[in-house]
């Protein structure tokens, strides 16, 4: 197109029509044109919006559009409320692939950089944060494709073990920046816990029960400690510890059942299930319920905070180490499984960094002092 032709404008009557082609396509003014070098008849281009320019920025007029149907702004206008955009933006939290880098974000950034020069905006960063997930790969280490044979259904999975747990397994396969080769045999794992989850809640309890105090006590530590852990976890995606966490939390319960029915049983089971309902929503939802009927879903409820004065003891300083050398420390609970010791160990991201392109060969816990990793 010849300088002195640009810009060209895109017309403001073209009709939108539900064909899944561009509304320039059916827009006789815009389509028919002249060829600059021949002059004979020509057409223009119309693919011409890359979806990644309309996520650049449209999320701001989402916020708080001021324009309703059969209105027409000004040029002047502003295309938003500029207070609402202030109180709601930037985005909190930004994930996607690392392939995003030279992607999806140069245009999300420039385009926010470019409306605050602009003066429609009064921040030059469109995300306070960015997390960059990993990659599930075949059982062969590779990417999955059908070409290698190696891809997953996920619909078979759903069929079989239902959404939750298809959802909590690939939350659980490891750190959630890494990704992991899948793994057909460890999703019975993950049925088998919410097996448990359910019966726990859905025990028959007697009307009185009286607990020693001892175990009440211990009951509310632990509570207390889980909710640290889980939320921490959560809050950083630490998925797969997370739910390491309140698997050990879930053998507590079992292992004190003869509590069933107690204030603090029931303290308990609320909690557990108020920690699951972001991994497993559906089966967490029907379980609330179930114990806490009337009391509105579980997804419109609260996060239960803890109480510092019940979480400071009993806490162990977990040295981590790689091939010997000492690479972090992790704080743990008093009693945590070896399971989830090694997953927290292998989930540190300083002990990422020395994990990097190395192949696991051992993974040696001693209980409450120790995991070194030995590698190659």
């Not at 939320?231 to 995606?237: A, I, M, R």
């Not at 743990?332 to 696991?360: C, F, H, N, W």
């Amino acid at each position: 197109v010849p300088y002195e032709e640009l810009p060209v404008v895109l017309p403001d009557d073209a009709e939108f029509k539900p064909t899944g082609e561009s509304p320039l396509k059916y827009h006789e003014g815009f389509l028919k044109t002249k060829c600059p070098k021949c002059g004979g008849d020509a057409e223009r281009e119309t693919d011409t919006m890359d979806t990644f320019i309309c996520s650049s920025w449209y999320y701001y007029a989402y916020v708080a559009p001021y324009w309703k149907k059969g209105e027409t702004l000004s040029k002047t206008d502003l295309p938003w409320d500029a207070e609402k955009i202030r109180n709601m933006c930037p985005v909190d939290q930004y994930t996607g692939g690392i392939e995003h880098a030279t992607m999806h974000l140069l245009y999300f950034r420039f385009f926010t950089k470019a409306l605050a020069d602009m003066g429609l905006l009064d921040f030059r960063e469109p995300a306070k944060r960015l997390f960059n997930q990993g990659m599930i790969l075949g059982e062969d280490h590779e990417k999955m494709s059908k070409s290698r044979g190696n891809v997953v259904n996920p619909d078979d999975l759903v069929q079989k073990y239902g959404t939750d747990t298809v959802r909590a397994y690939l939350m659980f396969l490891g750190p959630w920046d890494a990704g992991a080769p899948w793994n057909p045999h460890g999703i019975e794992g993950l049925a088998r816990f919410f097996k448990g989850v359910w019966t726990l809640c859905q025990m028959e309890v007697p009307e009185t029960v009286t607990v020693k105090t001892e175990t009440e006590k211990q009951l509310r530590k632990t509570l207390h400690q889980t909710l640290k852990k889980a939320g921490e976890d959560l809050q950083h995606f630490r998925f797969n510890t997370a739910i390491a966490t309140v698997m050990a939390f879930r053998n507590v319960l079992k292992a004190e059942a003869e509590a069933a029915g107690s204030d603090v049983w029931k303290e308990c089971l609320e909690g557990m299930l108020l920690m699951l309902a972001p991994i497993a929503p559906h089966i967490t939802e029907e379980l609330w319920e179930k114990i806490k009927p009337g009391s509105g879903s579980i997804h419109q409820q609260t996060w239960p905070e803890y109480e510092e004065s019940l979480i400071v003891e009993d806490m162990v300083t977990l040295v981590v180490q790689v091939n010997g050398k000492v690479r972090d420390r992790l704080e743990m609970l008093a009693g945590t499984s070896k399971e989830e010791a090694e997953q927290s160990a292998l989930a540190a991201p300083k002990v990422q960094s020395y994990l990097e392109g190395r192949q696991i060969r051992k993974v040696i816990v001693v209980p409450e002092r120790l995991v070194n990793i030995v590698c190659g």
